[in-house]
């Protein structure tokens, strides 16, 4: 070891009983104390070696108590996280000399502390200024003396988790010396080594670091070894180096396969949770990889079991979800139990319905993940932690995706056991289980329905809170069954029960009631009509009832609503009961609480419904969005000059307000002119369409295209600034902004018409790009299709030459979607496009008459120019060359044609 720097520098006695002082009184349970002390520490640090004196409290001060020896720690790994190139070097190097020689302190604690001030040195970018740590740290992997090698050890475990590129990266490749000789750990005496060798290993794999590849096969011999490993860490760790090389080597796996599922099992069922919960992960990997049947068919009798047991509450559980309070409805909310909201952007999508009747879908690029459903399945800050219970449930669900109806024998007998069983615990886990097979199995569980719906219809009225709340989340699994049954036979049944439960008196069943209310008026849409007035009554006296958190799902609720029955809304007994609880709500509300974001979403599809109807209540809430636009510009203006004296808004503000705007225009069409003419909404919306945010810019060029349709007048002096800049943002990389922008073009080409000839060279380059690019999403595609469509509707002259470059993928991208007005715009141009350039079209022809056939009722004109260009082909051909011609064609589309245009 190195000759103690310490004799150097030695602490002041009034200066060291100073700190420990402050460092003491820091650990009082006032808060005011706490922050007078943390505002003397922080000006502690305009002296230089102020940090010396905590690295020395930390190291030396071996009288001194653990728990304030560590805080000496921890106040100095954030010192140097915050302010560590403004250390002296006289400073550093005495903190990273007294971190090696303490690295084998007695006290576990102290240890540990000394090992994050080591990553957070490193994770500053200073491993190359610090060239004798990890020798060093190696070194003392090879002592006899148990704390120094655990010690260090500690330090190289987080070292690997915080700044694992770092190792890799760096000139020396010490991973090359380092990944041999964790390895050669896995089989030492200490489950403390152990366990930190393997974690150690483990940061490596998801990279496929090359150190490690190169010794796959010593890593996996030794990793197989450990598999019975008595330690709990070990277990755990092992779990999940497999669940990881399932992903990156599942060659290497393929062989052992059989075995490592035998293992798995048995360590789903692991007697710790932690070491189940990392096994159960292993199932949700295995669903997503194609061998998957194969490897699994043989096991899932025994498999099944096991995740259903897994999907039961344990007594944790329970205890951490109040499972025992039945009644809380009049428990205020704590603020830290309401989860941060973040707002989505609005997209716009041209407003059709897909042939198969379904609404266009949100194909953003973050959407959400596979487990998000069991993310929010018991809802509670508690247990929002991913656990056994949801990780059961989320694999079977995967599964259930892979095997289908091939589960249903070896599951119904379970499932029927656990839904009649006395014990509530049982019959929640069995509803459970019902919900996560749904999806999968729903052919299968068809036959089932008629009697499983009524029973869990009932079940809304178990005495259990517990019971009440999954049933509501399993119900609403089975939705979209429900929605296409007899009115009178399911859905009122299940819209009354789950209603009733949206009143319920515990906050747990509100919440997931008014969450399967939401999913149910998303698959009922318009059927929900003839009921609205006793939802609307419910949803407003829920408004009574809530406390602070269900409140701001209940605004979901009701917005959802209003996008499923649109202007259904619109009526005056059913205004009067909705508008005035969302009014008050609005007027309390300060302009930076940030549940106006819910309550700004909800209002936005409210006021889209209501049309009209909204108009008395358009005027203050258009201001003050105006005015939340301006607040936030001038905020990051503020920030952006100034960034010591102003921190960054948050804009989420902006972006929901601008979609309360969209939502406005949106409904209220031509009579928000008289706002727009008085308020500066096109010069804000100039500068948010710049911002470097993309969910401002979204939103941006969705209120853009709104705009344009309602008061095309006020946006078009704008026009040749704002083209531009929707052509700069025709890129795919960001699938939404790509979407608002390519639509706020077609809008704007419809007003435009021929003079939108100067910006086709701005636009079309890029769209035609988008059109033909692989895996693009659907619906980018179709409004692509459509905005090409319309600039050539506007400008045949300037589009048809490029005809041969996006015909095909044109006509396949709109053949799928039901007549509407943006496919009648877009097809019209299309044959405009033909008519200037008819040999654009031929080497895809067959392309055009799909695309026509997909018509189901083209309005008599557009018909005529069907017939005319299909006749016209025809003839050119000769009746000997197009009978040849149309044999190629599938028998439905040659039929359809027959009948329809007579060729």
Known sequence: MEPAVSSIWEPDPSGLQQILQLLKESQSPNTETQRTVQQKLESLNQYPDFNN??????????TEDEPTRSLSGLILKNNVKAHFYNFPANVIEFIKAECLGSIGDPSPLIRATIGILVTTIVSKGDLPAWPELLPKLCNFLETNEYTTREGAFGALQKICEDSPEMLDSDVSQPLNILIPKFIQFFNNTSPKIRSHALACVNQFIISRTQALMNHINPFLEALFSLANDEDVEVRKNVCRAIVMLLEV??????????NIIEYMMLRTQDSDETVSLEACEFWLSLAEQPICKDVLKDHMERLIPVLIGGMKYSEIDIILLKGDVEEDEQVPDKEQDIRPRFHKSKTRYQSHLTASGDTAPNESADSDSDDSDYGGMDDEDALSDWNLRKCSAAALDVLSNVFHEELLPTLLPILKEKLFHPVWEEKE??????????EGCMQGMIPHLTELIPFLIQCLDEKKALVRSITCWTLSRYAHWVVQQPHEQYLQPLMYGLLKRVLDTNKRVQEAACSAFATLEEEACTE????LGFILETLVFAFKKYQHKNLLILYDAI???????????????YIGLLMPPLIEKWNMLRDEDKDLFPLLECLSSVATALQAGFLPYTEPVYKRCISLVEQTIKQCMASIQHPDQYEAPDKDFMIVALDLLSGLAEGLEHHIEQLVAQSNILTLLFQCMQDRMPEVRQSS?????????????????????VLPILG??????????????TWAIGEISIQMGVDMQTYIPSTLPQLVEIINRPNTPKTLLENTAITIGRLGFVCPNEVAPHLPQFIRQWCTSLRNIRDNEEKDSAFRGVCCMIGVNPGGIVHDFIFFCDAVASWVTPKDDLKDTFYTILHGFKSQMGDENWRR??????????????AQYGV
């Not at 080597?249 to 059989?258: A, F, Q, S, T, Y």
């Not at 969705?702 to 006020?714: M, N, Q, R, V, Y």
């Open 53 to 62: 004196y905590l690295i020395y409290v930390l190291t030396k001060l071996k």
């Open 249 to 258: 080597r599942m060659d290497r796996l393929l062989p052992h396969m059989l």
């Open 528 to 531: 929900l009509v003839p009921y």
């Open 429 to 438: 886990s069995g509803i459970l289980v019902l919900g996560a097979i749904a």
């Open 728 to 741: 700069t943002n025709l890129n795919p990389e960001f699938i939404s902004v790509c979407n608002n922008a």
């Open 701 to 721: 060029f969705a209120l853009l295209g709104d705009l344009t349709k309602a008061c095309f007048s006020h946006v078009k002096p704008f026009l040749s600034d």
């Open 885 to 898: 011609y149309s044999e190629q064609f599938p028998p439905a589309l040659r039929e359809r044609l027959a």
């Open 559 to 573: 917005g959802t609503l209003a996008d499923s029955v649109g202007h259904h809304l619109n009526k005056e007994e």
